[in-house]
C-alpha cells in the first residue's frame, strides 16, 4: 500500500509537468490562433488534469488505508503487549524464587559442609536445580510464551511503540531463566549475576508497564 502510494505520488507530480506544458501550448495556439495548437493544449490539460486528480485521489485513499492498517496494528500491538507484561511479571516473581531458593540452598550446603576439599559445587548446583525442578521447568515454558508474544509484537510493530524495549525485556529475562535453570560458576558469581539480572528485569519491567 505504501508503494502503491509513493506510485501515486509520482504521477501526480509528473501531471502537473504535463499540465504546465500543454497549458503553455494552449497559450501558444490562442496566440498564434492556430487551431491545431488550442486542440493540442485543451486535449492535453485534460489528460494532465485527469492524471492528476486521480493520482491525487489514490494518495489520499492510500494514505487512508495505511493510517487504519497503522491504527489496527497498534491495537494489536497494546493487546499483546499486555499480555507480555502479565506474563513478564509472573515469570519475573518466579524466577526471583527460584535464585533465592538455590542461593540460600548452596550457602548452606557451604556451611554444613566439615571438610571443603570434599564439597562438591557440582553435586550441590545440580541438587538446587532438582529441588526446584517444577518452577524451572514453568519458566522455560514462560519463557518460550514470552518469545511468542515477541513476535506477534514485531509482526505489528508500526515504528511508533517501544518494540526495542520488549526486544531488550525479553533478553533480559531470558538470561535470568538460563541462570537459574542451569546454575554455574561459584556461589559468589551466581549470587552477583543474580541480583544483576534481578535489577535489570525490574528496570526493564517499568519500561514496558506504562
Not at 524495549?165 to 559468589?188: F, I, W
Amino acid at each position: 500500500m505504501e508503494t502503491f502510494g509513493t506510485i501515486m505520488a509520482f504521477l501526480a507530480i509528473i501531471s502537473v509537468f504535463i499540465i504546465i506544458g500543454f497549458g503553455i501550448v494552449l497559450i501558444v495556439g490562442i496566440g498564434t490562433r492556430k487551431s491545431s495548437l488550442k486542440r493540442t493544449g485543451k486535449l492535453g490539460l485534460v489528460v494532465g488534469g485527469t492524471i492528476f486528480a486521480v493520482s491525487c485521489i489514490s494518495v489520499y485513499g492510500a494514505n487512508f488505508e495505511i493510517k487504519k492498517q497503522h491504527a489496527e496494528a497498534n491495537r494489536e500491538f497494546q493487546y499483546y503487549g499486555s499480555k507480555f507484561n502479565k506474563l513478564y511479571a509472573s515469570t519475573g516473581n518466579i524466577a526471583e524464587n527460584v535464585g533465592n531458593n538455590e542461593y540460600n540452598y548452596w550457602g548452606d550446603q557451604i556451611d554444613k559442609a566439615d571438610d571443603p576439599s570434599d564439597f562438591s559445587v557440582d553435586k550441590v548446583i545440580t541438587a538446587a536445580a532438582e529441588r526446584n525442578y517444577n518452577s524451572i521447568n514453568k519458566l522455560k515454558s514462560n519463557i518460550s510464551d514470552l518469545e511468542g508474544f515477541l513476535v506477534l509484537l514485531k509482526a505489528n510493530n508500526t515504528g511508533e511503540l517501544n518494540y526495542s524495549q520488549y526486544k531488550d525485556a525479553y533478553y533480559k529475562m531470558k538470561n535470568m531463566v538460563e541462570l537459574v535453570s542451569s546454575p554455574n560458576g561459584s556461589y559468589n558469581s551466581f549470587g552477583s549475576s543474580f541480583e544483576k539480572y534481578d535489577k535489570q528485569i525490574s528496570e526493564s519491567y517499568n519500561k514496558i508497564d506504562k
